[in-house]
C-alpha cells in the first residue's frame, strides 16, 4: 500500500527534512514511528527538502507499506508514536494512493511563505517563527522590486553556495507581499526553486524596504548572475513549506 501524508512540523530543532548524522529530522521522526507500529522498515519520500530551522505547514510525502490500515487509521497510529517520540512532527492529512504517485516527482509546484515582525519589540510568543526587523520597511517598494522576480530567469545571484541543481534558470510564478497586523508575509510559488531562493531574495528585498536598494537594483543584481551582488540571506526562522501542488 502506498500512503501519501501532508505534515507540519516545526524545525528550530531540526537538521531538516532529510535525515543526517548530526541531528534529528522530520524525515528521521516519521521513519522511526512508521517501524515503531508496523515493525517495517521503510523510506519515506519528501516532496522538498527544508533546511535547518526552516518549518512546514503543508510538506507532503509517501511510504510503501505491507498494511491493509486505513487512511484514517494510519494518520491516527502515525501521530500517537510520534508523540511517544516527543517528534515536533504531525500529520495532518493522510490518502491512499496509486503506485504511481511520487511525493517530488509528481509536483507540480511549491509554495512558501515568508514571515517578517517588523516592529521595534522582540517577540517571545514568535521567537523561532518570524524574522524580527525593528526598522520600519516600505512595503510599496518592495512590492515593486519583487516585480523584477517574476517569470523566468537565471537566478545565480539569489543562489546558495553549495546549491546541487543542475540549472539556475527558474521561473517564479507568484511573489506577493502582503501586510498583516505587524507582519510582512511573502507568498512564494514555482515549480521548483534553488538553494536558499527564497531566503536570498527576501533577504534583498528587505533592504529595497530600508532604503539601502532602490527597486529597479532586483533588476540589476538579477542581470548581474552574482551572488555577491545581491542581499543577505534572511534567516531560516521565518521560512515556511506552505503547500505542494499537483
Request: net charge neutral; charged share 25%; with cysteine.
Given at each position: 500500500m502506498?500512503y501519501?501524508?501532508?505534515?507540519e512540523?516545526?524545525?528550530?530543532?531540526l537538521?531538516?527534512?532529510q535525515?543526517?548524522?548530526?541531528?534529528p529530522?522530520?524525515?528521521?521522526?516519521?521513519?522511526?514511528?512508521?517501524?515503531?507500529f508496523?515493525?517495517?522498515?521503510t523510506?519515506v519520500?519528501g516532496?522538498g527538502?527544508?533546511?535547518?530551522g526552516v518549518h512546514a505547514l503543508g510538506q507532503?510525502?509517501?511510504?510503501?507499506?505491507?498494511s491493509d490500515?486505513?487512511?484514517?487509521?494510519?494518520?491516527?497510529?502515525l501521530?500517537?508514536?510520534?508523540?511517544e517520540?516527543?517528534?515536533?512532527?504531525?500529520?495532518?492529512?493522510?490518502?491512499?494512493?496509486?503506485?504511481d504517485f511520487?511525493?517530488?516527482f509528481s509536483?507540480?509546484?511549491?509554495g512558501?511563505?515568508?514571515r517578517i515582525l517588523?516592529r521595534?519589540g522582540p517577540?517571545?510568543?514568535?521567537r523561532?517563527r518570524?524574522?524580527?526587523?525593528s526598522?520600519?520597511?516600505?512595503?510599496?517598494?518592495?512590492?515593486?522590486?519583487?516585480q523584477y522576480?517574476?517569470?523566468n530567469h537565471d537566478f545565480s545571484?539569489?543562489r546558495g553556495a553549495g546549491?546541487?541543481a543542475l540549472s539556475p534558470?527558474?521561473?517564479l510564478?507568484?511573489?506577493?507581499?502582503?501586510?498583516?497586523?505587524?507582519e510582512?508575509i511573502f507568498?512564494v510559488e514555482?515549480?521548483?526553486?534553488?538553494?536558499?531562493?527564497?531566503?536570498?531574495m527576501v533577504g534583498?528585498?528587505?533592504?529595497v524596504?530600508?532604503?539601502k536598494?532602490?527597486?529597479?537594483?532586483v533588476k540589476?543584481?538579477?542581470?548581474?548572475k552574482?551572488?555577491?551582488?545581491?542581499?543577505?540571506?534572511?534567516?531560516?526562522?521565518?521560512?515556511y513549506l506552505?503547500?505542494?501542488?499537483?
Amino acid at each position: 500500500m502506498r500512503y501519501k501524508i501532508t505534515i507540519e512540523y516545526d524545525g528550530t530543532n531540526l537538521v531538516g527534512w532529510q535525515k543526517q548524522k548530526d541531528g534529528p529530522s522530520a524525515q528521521e521522526f516519521l521513519e522511526k514511528a512508521i517501524e515503531g507500529f508496523s515493525h517495517q522498515i521503510t523510506e519515506v519520500f519528501g516532496a522538498g527538502r527544508t533546511d535547518a530551522g526552516v518549518h512546514a505547514l503543508g510538506q507532503v510525502a509517501h511510504f510503501d507499506l505491507d498494511s491493509d490500515l486505513s487512511a484514517f487509521k494510519m494518520q491516527e497510529s502515525l501521530n500517537a508514536l510520534l508523540r511517544e517520540l516527543d517528534a515536533p512532527v504531525s500529520v495532518i492529512d493522510t490518502q491512499i494512493v496509486g503506485s504511481d504517485f511520487h511525493a517530488r516527482f509528481s509536483a507540480r509546484g511549491r509554495g512558501y511563505i515568508y514571515r517578517i515582525l517588523n516592529r521595534r519589540g522582540p517577540t517571545p510568543l514568535r521567537r523561532n517563527r518570524v524574522w524580527l526587523l525593528s526598522f520600519p520597511l516600505n512595503i510599496d517598494l518592495m512590492r515593486e522590486g519583487a516585480q523584477y522576480l517574476l517569470g523566468n530567469h537565471d537566478f545565480s545571484s539569489f543562489r546558495g553556495a553549495g546549491c546541487q541543481a543542475l540549472s539556475p534558470i527558474k521561473t517564479l510564478d507568484k511573489l506577493e507581499i502582503e501586510k498583516v497586523n505587524d507582519e510582512i508575509i511573502f507568498t512564494v510559488e514555482a515549480r521548483s526553486f534553488i538553494y536558499h531562493q527564497v531566503r536570498n531574495m527576501v533577504g534583498t528585498l528587505s533592504e529595497v524596504g530600508r532604503g539601502k536598494l532602490q527597486p529597479i537594483d532586483v533588476k540589476h543584481i538579477l542581470d548581474a548572475k552574482d551572488r555577491t551582488k545581491a542581499g543577505i540571506s534572511a534567516p531560516a526562522c521565518g521560512l515556511y513549506l506552505n503547500k505542494v501542488m499537483y
